[in-house]
C-alpha cells in the first residue's frame, strides 16, 4: 500500500463512465492503450505517473486508491466529479469584452479557443458576440464521473 508521504508509481487510464461518451477514453500513461483508443500525442512522454501521496497534485480518487491497493495489483475505480474534476459550476462562466481579450492574445476570440486568465486559469471561448466573448473556466471533465483503471506498480519513501 501506499502511504502518505510516499512517492506511488502507477499506469492509469481514465474513461468516462456514463452517458452516451461512456467508456471513451480521456486519457492515459500507457502508450498502446493511446494509439489503440485514437488519442495518442506524439509531444507526449507515455511513462508511468509518480506522485506524492498526500500531495493533493492528483485527483483525490487516485489518490484514495492508491493508498488501498498494494504493488502489482490493478483496480478499476469509479470518482464521482468531487473526487476527479468537481462539480460543474455556472459561476465559472463569465462574459468578457472582445476587444482587451484579442490585444492580449494576438488572435481573433474564437469558439473553441483556449484562452489564459490573469490570474493564470484556463477556459474556453464557448460564445462570440460583436463586443464580447463567454469564457468557461471549468474543467472540460467538470461534473462528469469518470473510471480509472490503476496499476500500482512502485510505492517507495525517497528520503
Do not use: C
Not at 506511488?8 to 467508456?23: C, L, P, Q, S
Not at 475505480?77 to 468578457?96: H, S, T
Not at 486568465?117 to 473556466?137: K, R
Request: zero cysteines; hydrophobic letters at 35%.
Amino acid at each position: 500500500m501506499a502511504s502518505e508521504g510516499e512517492i506511488a508509481v502507477v499506469h492509469f487510464t481514465g474513461r468516462i463512465a456514463e452517458g452516451e461518451d461512456a467508456g471513451e477514453v480521456f486519457d492515459t500513461t500507457d502508450v498502446d492503450v493511446a494509439l489503440e483508443e485514437g488519442i495518442y500525442h506524439d509531444h507526449r512522454d507515455y511513462k508511468p505517473l509518480k506522485f506524492r501521496v498526500g500531495d493533493g497534485n492528483v485527483l483525490s480518487g487516485l489518490e484514495d486508491a492508491v493508498r488501498e491497493m498494494t504493488v502489482g495489483e490493478e483496480r478499476t475505480v469509479r470518482l464521482d466529479p468531487v473526487d476527479a474534476f468537481g462539480e460543474y459550476d455556472d459561476d465559472r462562466i463569465v462574459e468578457r469584452p472582445r476587444e482587451p481579450l484579442e490585444e492580449r492574445s494576438d488572435s481573433a476570440a474564437e469558439v473553441g479557443e483556449l484562452v489564459r486568465a490573469e490570474t493564470g486559469e484556463t477556459g474556453w471561448v464557448t460564445q462570440t458576440g460583436d463586443e464580447t466573448v463567454t469564457i468557461d473556466f471549468n474543467h472540460e471533465l467538470a461534473g462528469v464521473p469518470v473510471e480509472l483503471t490503476v496499476k500500482l506498480l512502485d510505492s517507495f519513501d525517497d528520503e
